[in-house]
């Protein structure tokens, strides 16, 4: 499968480089204003810890078993991540039972790890947008008892209910250090109008334009060029973005798989963290630690080292 966007098209195109602000950019802090105080408390301006937990399709269980895998909830349930950040790349609704409680679970956590000095930074995926525009093709039917009825679900996901409004407020793309997160992935083209117009575009786009390209096969909710493409395009595009985008790493969901472990590619500079942790796909639980720009997998039995990009590269936006 062809990597839709080819480089030199950008460059004929003449399409601007977007700004790459420091720490944690302010377009992924839009949405979710605590994280420029958040930003600011370290005199860094990027986080020492930072986990990145991929689709967990309404599977509480295996929800809170990885958080706890994780070092990030105690057995009541209760953050005890202190200052680390947890990055969700979205996709917490469909296929099981529970995406109120786990909704309630990230919300609740949210101010939590606020008051630790942490942070959960919650993105949308496909199948939360596709929940907001009442296509509910893969809801589960205990998902519908839990809200209480279909009008009562229905209500819940409005643009007036709190819940409807909380995920409208998440960005799709975000950025934590020199690492940027999406559900899907952000082609080259895309990552030329920067985090900022990117998250405006499909915060715009989800009521008003649902068949806006932001939102389609090649906008970052449903893009598995990445870790689907052969290897040497998918690396030519993928550096071509993190150079618009001031990044040397991108971290994605969405592309299960299935053999239960992250997926690396391009020496590190793509990891696929959808491992199927719910138990539709097979209850494989893990998460992603970036420690000091360190990446390490996470698993029930025990932490893997993974290979991390060159830290000179990439981190300047060029055009």
């Not at 009442?134 to 009562?152: A, E, I, K, M, N």
Request: hydrophobic share 40%.
């Amino acid at each position: 499968m062809p990597v839709s966007t080819s480089i030199l098209s950008l460059f004929v195109l003449g399409l601007a480089c977007g700004p790459a602000p420091a720490g944690i950019a302010s377009a992924a802090l839009e949405p979710q204003p605590a994280a420029t105080d958040f930003s600011a408390s370290r005199a860094s301006g990027v986080p020492e810890r930072v986990i990145a937990i991929g689709d967990l399709h309404a599977d509480l269980p295996s929800t809170m078993a990885t958080l706890r895998m994780a070092g990030l909830v105690d057995a009541q349930g209760a953050w005890s991540g202190g200052r680390t950040v947890l990055v969700q790349t979205g996709d917490t609704t469909d296929r099981g039972p529970d995406s109120k409680a786990v909704l309630e679970l990230l919300i609740r956590l949210s101010s939590e790890a606020e008051a630790s000095g942490g942070r959960v930074l919650a993105l949308l995926g496909n199948h939360e947008v596709m929940n907001l525009q009442g296509d509910w093709r893969y809801v589960h039917p205990g998902d519908v008892q839990q809200f209480g009825s279909v009008p009562l679900r229905r209500a819940a996901f409005a643009a007036g209910s709190s819940l409807g409004a909380w995920l409208r407020g998440l960005a799709v793309v975000g950025r934590v250090g020199d690492t940027v997160y999406a559900h899907g992935g952000v082609t080259a083209a895309l990552a030329a109008v920067g985090l900022t117009g990117i998250n405006r575009r499909a915060r715009e786009a989800i009521d008003a334009d649902p068949d806006a390209a932001v939102l389609g096969e090649e906008g970052p909710l449903w893009f598995r060029g990445y870790l689907v493409a052969d290897e040497s395009l998918a690396c030519e595009e993928l550096e071509a973005a993190l150079l618009h985008l001031g990044a040397r790493r991108m971290v994605v969901g969405h592309t299960t798989q299935r053999s239960g472990r992250i997926a690396v590619r391009c020496e590190g500079a793509l990891l696929g963290i959808d491992t199927g942790i719910s138990r539709h796909y097979g209850g494989n639980r893990s998460a992603l630690e970036l420690r000091n720009g360190d990446a390490r997998a996470i698993y029930p039995e025990g932490t893997q080292d993974l290979p991390d990009p060159p830290t000179t590269a990439r981190l300047t936006p060029q055009c």
